[in-house]
């Protein structure tokens, strides 16, 4: 499985959009920083036909420790949750989405 890198987002915005290579750095460091930035604040990112990220807020429990068996206490946190839209799901599975559904996140 292969991993997307920023350099090569960069790259495909500078070959699709026409932007300078500069520009093109900088509008996905722009992007990404704002999508973070609300993120850290708690609020929601939709993203039509592409998924929603979420911050979800996880309480204190107890866990185990794998190698001694003794009960450890896992502190409340707060996880990054991404929810696919449909039209992602079927892009995924190879399926074509119905583009009149309406369905965005």
Do not use: C, W
């Not at 292969?2 to 520009?23: F, H, M, P």
């Not at 979420?54 to 068996?69: A, D, H, L």
Request: charge should be positive; hydrophobic fraction near 35%.
């Amino acid at each position: 499985m292969k991993t997307v890198t920023r350099a090569q987002l960069a790259e495909t915005i500078y070959a699709e959009v026409g932007l300078s290579r500069n520009e093109s750095t900088v509008l996905l460091e722009t992007v990404l920083e704002r999508i973070a930035a609300r993120l850290e604040g708690g609020e929601s990112v939709k993203i039509s036909g592409f998924g929603t990220f979420s911050v979800r807020q996880k309480g204190r429990r107890i866990g185990r420790n794998p190698k001694t068996g003794d009960e450890v206490p896992i502190l409340p946190r707060r996880v990054l949750v991404f929810r696919p839209s449909h039209a992602m799901r079927a892009r995924v599975n190879g399926r074509i989405p119905d583009v009149d559904a309406g369905d965005d996140a």
